[in-house]
């Protein structure tokens, strides 16, 4: 089935005019898209990676595109980067309206009990304790604005863990409750707080479950609709929530799997 996914051209909503988000991880894969999607409706985008030539190719692809994106090298677990990156977008754009938190880890593959100690910390140090200090972070620029959006990016397996994803799946069981318990403190200062679990998108980062035929095979038995996601289908979740069409949403989990199974 031929799907008509969004395009420079093909996106006719400019829901973020005037709006400054900061993506992290995004100079591929679902934190490319999500920046893509967010500067098509207007927003000024930063980007970020943990390697500078990923960063400016991505700037690059994006300015070249029409689309209004700077970007800096960020590795979330460095104090000192992240402060450097609320304040690159401070400099160039002025301030920051949204945070999408997307950066995550897996180094190893297998059950949860199976996961190493040095493993486990470094998932859940990256997944889960970055996410919680890149929104504490923002906060002072969101408060300066009187207002925000944060969207950490979770996953179906918070829901339904894989067995090939043990530790990551408990990690991004995680980001639910952070979500739930930031949005209740930050309701009253009109910062919204969302997530969003995507299925199994095309990825390299989900290569793990596509690496074989068998694999892949059964990945595919667990989604109802019968594929796996592109990254654009993702990104305009997103831009829906952190949109003022989501202005009475906050503290929920929109799942976007296909149909896999995530909760009753």
Same mark, same amino acid.
């Given at each position: 089935?031929?799907?008509?996914?969004?395009?420079?051209?093909?996106?006719?909503?400019?829901?973020?005019?005037?709006?400054?988000?900061?993506?992290?991880?995004?100079?591929?894969?679902?934190?490319?898209?999500?920046?893509?999607?967010?500067?098509?409706?207007?927003?000024?985008?930063?980007?970020?990676?943990?390697?500078?030539?990923?960063?400016?190719?991505?700037?690059?692809?994006?300015?070249?595109?029409?689309?209004?994106?700077?970007?800096?090298?960020?590795?979330?677990?460095?104090?000192?980067?992240?402060? +450097? %990156?609320?304040?690159?977008?401070?400099? #160039?754009? =002025?301030?920051?309206?949204?945070?999408? @938190?997307? !950066?995550?880890?897996? /180094?190893?593959?297998?059950?949860?009990?199976?996961?190493?100690?040095?493993?486990?910390?470094?998932?859940?140090?990256?997944?889960?304790?970055?996410?919680?200090?890149?929104?504490?972070? +923002? %906060?002072?620029?969101?408060?300066?604005? #009187?207002? =925000?959006?944060?969207?950490?990016?979770? @996953?179906? !397996?918070?829901?339904? /863990?894989?067995?090939?994803?043990?530790?990551?799946?408990?990690?991004?069981?995680?980001?639910?409750?952070?979500?739930?318990?930031?949005?209740?403190?930050?309701?009253?200062?009109?910062?919204?707080?969302?997530?969003?679990?995507?299925?199994?998108?095309?990825?390299?980062?989900?290569?793990?479950?596509?690496?074989?035929?068998?694999?892949?095979?059964?990945?595919?038995?667990?989604?109802?609709?019968?594929?796996?996601?592109?990254?654009?289908?993702?990104?305009?979740?997103?831009?829906?929530?952190?949109?003022?069409?989501?202005?009475?949403?906050?503290?929920?989990?929109?799942?976007?799997?296909?149909?896999?199974?995530?909760?009753?």
């Amino acid at each position: 089935m031929e799907r008509n996914l969004c395009s420079s051209s093909g996106v006719a909503a400019k829901r973020l005019t005037g709006k400054v988000a900061v993506v992290t991880a995004s100079t591929e894969g679902i934190g490319y898209a999500i920046a893509e999607r967010l500067a098509q409706e207007g927003a000024k985008v930063v980007v970020s990676s943990r390697k500078q030539q990923n960063v400016d190719r991505a700037v690059k692809d994006l300015q070249t595109a029409g689309l209004e994106v700077t970007g800096i090298k960020c590795h979330v677990a460095n104090a000192s980067d992240r402060k +450097a %990156l609320f304040d690159h977008a401070a400099q #160039k754009f =002025g301030g920051v309206d949204i945070l999408v @938190s997307n !950066a995550a880890v897996n /180094p190893e593959v297998g059950g949860v009990l199976e996961c190493s100690e040095s493993a486990w910390d470094k998932i859940f140090d990256v997944n889960v304790k970055c996410s919680y200090l890149l929104a504490k972070e +923002a %906060l002072p620029f969101l408060r300066e604005r #009187k207002g =925000g959006s944060i969207v950490f990016i979770s @996953s179906i !397996a918070g829901f339904q /863990p894989f067995s090939l994803l043990g530790a990551y799946s408990v990690s991004k069981t995680a980001l639910l409750g952070l979500t739930k318990a930031a949005s209740q403190e930050l309701a009253s200062e009109n910062i919204r707080v969302n997530c969003i679990a995507p299925g199994v998108v095309q990825t390299k980062f989900a290569g793990a479950l596509q690496e074989s035929d068998a694999a892949k095979e059964e990945t595919l038995s667990r989604i109802p609709m019968g594929r796996i996601a592109q990254p654009k289908e993702i990104s305009g979740v997103c831009a829906f929530l952190v949109s003022d069409d989501a202005s009475y949403i906050t503290g929920e989990t929109i799942v976007a799997s296909g149909g896999m199974v995530s909760r009753l």
